[in-house]
């Protein structure tokens, strides 16, 4: 489901998405109010919002659709031109599943739509790099220890999540299964007590995991 407050906007969105065989776009709202009424009652596998909308703006929408204590929660992508901090953490902590530009291209908004389809996430890689740079000493300091070690598969897991890479070339880069991933993957949600990927990757770079490793490009 496609939810943007500009015709034009959507009518591109449809034809990138169903110009794939296995994509199909079954509404479009063209405000928060109608996305959340429009969603309850088709149930998409993932519903696409813009940040900005009449009525509400996309990080309310996630948060009625996605977020904490909604029984059943679908599956929200933010797709948006603004590239502001507060969005990224808003939407996140709303329960986004994945946060793409618009400028990103079609192929990663396609991407996007798999993943969370998957019950996987994606982020725009330049979203997710600025905000591991914005990491700093004083807040190394203060990283919380894992609940149990992590393996040494699983460190290897994590370092190929703070360089940004998708589970599939996680899967490619380790020769493991990509079921094998996503196991590792909830594992390590679970013994560093974080929600998503993006976490896990802010852990990585603040407790100095990723000093010694190559830094993402």
Known sequence: MLADDQAMIRGGLRLILEDQEDITVVGEAADGAEAVDLARR???????????????????????L????????????????????????GALNAGAVGFVLK????????EAVRAASAGDALISPSITLRLLRSLGPARRATVPRPTQPLSGREMEVTRAIARGRTNQEIAAEL????????SHLATI????QVRNRVEIAAWAWESRLMDNAQRPS
Not at 175 to 182: G, N, Q
């Open 42 to 64: 088709l149930r998409p596998d993932v519903c696409l919002v813009d940040i900005r909308m009449p009525k509400l703006d996309g990080i309310e929408v996630t948060r009625a």
């Open 66 to 89: 996605a977020g904490p204590g909604v029984p059943d929660p679908l599956r929200v992508a933010i797709v948006t031109t603004f590239d502001l901090d507060e969005y990224v953490y």
């Open 103 to 110: 400028d990103a291209g079609p192929t990663l908004l396609v």
């Open 175 to 182: 020769f493991i299964s990509l079921s094998t991933v996503k």
């Open 189 to 192: 949600q679970n013994k560093l």
